[in-house]
């Protein structure tokens, strides 16, 4: 396999990132979804390279509003979302909400992946710094895993992996960023759960983990992608 042309190896099925957006933008548009009538709520991690995904987003979609935290974990919580939502018209029952989250990973077309993959000069590491902070306090020995009321984000984002980590995981940063993926996912799908039981409306949810690259072409590796009308969840597919 050509990695240049195929794009990062441990992420097969990953699409250039424009492609990506593209096609979830057509699948969507096919199914009802319009930057006219959908609200847009993204959750990117808060760091560059990660959070220029929302500007690309910006670009296809009209109503973006930006849940951005630490390693793209959803930390706005009910309160975020809820006002997401409060943004729809009271009197437009048409009105669909597009919920799009991400962890992310540098990736260099010889293989590299996380911390090995140079982001440029004075830069030592593409990998999510939250998930290095994370392995680096792993490495340091016990810890509470308590949230830091002086480092609140990395505090929560410590408890959500260290309870979610297998025993003796956490040295491989692509297995890390998977697993953020996992808990990212979970997270959304619990909060749309709690804020959405009352709405008829419509919505969708677009996951994944960003792949940027310095100087090459991102990549997003598609997670878990569906649609919710009346009650019945129904999967999008890209390809
Ligand atoms: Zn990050």
Known sequence: MNPKKNGPIYFPGALPQVEFLARTFKILAANGFTPENTIVGV?????????????????????VYNFSSLAGMPFAGKTGFMKMQKYAPNDRTDTRFLYMAFSHIGWMPDGQMGRDAPLGRGKSSSACSGLVAFQQELASGPSPWEPDSDNLEQGLLNQRLFRNMKYGGGSDLVALTKLAYTIILQDVEK?????LA???????LVTGIQLTSHGQQNFIWPGEIYEVAHGQRTPLSLT
Do not use: H
């Open 43 to 63: 959750c990117v991690c808060r760091e560059e390279p990660a959070c220029l995904l929302v500007k690309e987003i910006r670009k296809l979609w009209e109503m």
């Open 191 to 195: 909060l749309l759960g709690l804020t």
């Open 198 to 204: 009352n709405l008829e409306n419509p919505y969708a």
